[in-house]
């Protein structure tokens, strides 16, 4: 059966950024398919919620509340992945973000901090997890922007933080192939709390809409089945590649009103 290639059998995988949004999503869609979690963030009472659907859906949660702003402490997470579970076959590196900031208010601390939180950590995670993945022939999903290949106003931190994830990528998939399989997802506009403010107010809301070609505001479980595709046998045949999931954007579908300088 072809719907048996999108199934995760006692695969085990790490999630980051697993307390809510994306990555909770992503956390359950992969116990869904059959894989049990190591889920991380800094906030241990959304980690419980997240594992509590993990562990409705039959499988299993391990709960790690992390400063993961520290690559050092996001590549603890590899170790304890197989001392939990015996073994490691997914890494979804969905932590990052960074607060939109104009470019003359844009340090070269805050574009370092930017890069350390989009970047770092999943470099930090990979490889250490790199040995376990090669053992189990598994993989690597990256979770990055359309900011980081379109133009915008105020993103110049953020957007070259996901830019360099998504070139990353490209050059981790080369240097671990062909054992480990690395990808990433491109993702648009989603309904998280990091786009609440937008979500919550029907004018933003509507003007993001018309400018989406699908119409929509994406959802967490739009991004979490692309990664249960990536990640299973499905996507098997695909490494190295920046998966587009953003309802058609070509630019940006949110002005945030920055002036000429």
């Not at 980690?47 to 509340?65: D, I, K, M, N, W």
């Not at 304890?80 to 579970?85: C, I, K, R, Y």
Request: proline share 5%; no cysteine; net charge neutral.
């Amino acid at each position: 059966m072809i719907l048996d290639r999108f199934r995760l059998p006692g695969q085990v995988a790490v999630v980051t950024g697993a307390g809510r949004g994306i990555g909770a999503a992503t956390a359950v869609a992969l116990a869904e398919a059959g894989a049990d979690v190591v889920i991380a963030s800094r906030t241990a009472a959304q980690l419980e919620e997240v594992a509590s659907r993990v562990f409705s859906s039959g499988r299993r949660a391990h709960v790690v509340p992390l400063d993961l702003a520290d690559p050092a402490a996001a590549a603890t997470l590899a170790a304890v992945a197989v001392e939990e579970f015996g073994r490691l076959d997914l890494v979804v590196n969905n932590v990052g973000g960074t607060y939109p900031r104009p470019l003359a208010e844009t340090t070269p601390e805050f574009l370092e901090e930017a890069f350390r939180f989009n970047v770092s950590t999943a470099h930090a995670l990979t490889v250490a997890a790199a040995p376990s993945l090669i053992k189990t022939g598994g993989s690597v999903v990256n979770i990055s922007s359309i900011m980081g290949r379109v133009g915008g106003r105020g993103f110049v931190a953020y957007g070259t933080a996901k830019a360099a994830l998504a070139h990353w990528t490209r050059l981790a998939a080369a240097d671990l192939a062909p054992k480990v399989r690395v990808n990433a997802i491109s993702v648009g506009s989603v309904a998280t709390s990091a786009l609440e403010i937008v979500v919550g107010n029907p004018e933003l809301k509507a003007k993001m809409e018309a400018a989406t070609p699908l119409r929509r505001i994406g959802e967490a479980e739009d991004i979490a089945a692309t990664v249960v595709f990536l990640a299973s046998r499905a996507g098997g045949y695909i490494t190295g590649k920046i998966l587009e999931v953003d309802g058609g954007l070509q630019s940006p579908n949110l002005d945030l009103g920055l002036p000429d300088l």
